[in-house]
């Protein structure tokens, strides 16, 4: 399994994070979706070994948020 070091943000800074541990991107996606709207936050970013490896964004309140894989 592989550790993440996760980012969320609200009203353009950071005001949240945690480490996640996850053994594909399809379940660390699962789990920053999960957070980002149970705590509203508008943005979050993945982090594996010093390199973004996937970045969510919220487009608005009313959409799914948009997710974006960086790299892996």
Known sequence: MA??????FAEGRIV???NIECQTIAQLSSAL???TAE????HAE???RDALVLKLSAVDQET???L???SV
């Open 3 to 8: 550790l993440y070091e996760c980012l969320f």
């Open 16 to 18: 949240d994070w945690e």
């Open 33 to 35: 979706r999960t957070v």
């Open 39 to 42: 705590q509203g936050y508008r």
């Open 46 to 48: 993945a982090w594996h």
């Open 64 to 66: 799914q948020p948009r």
């Open 68 to 70: 974006r894989l960086v």
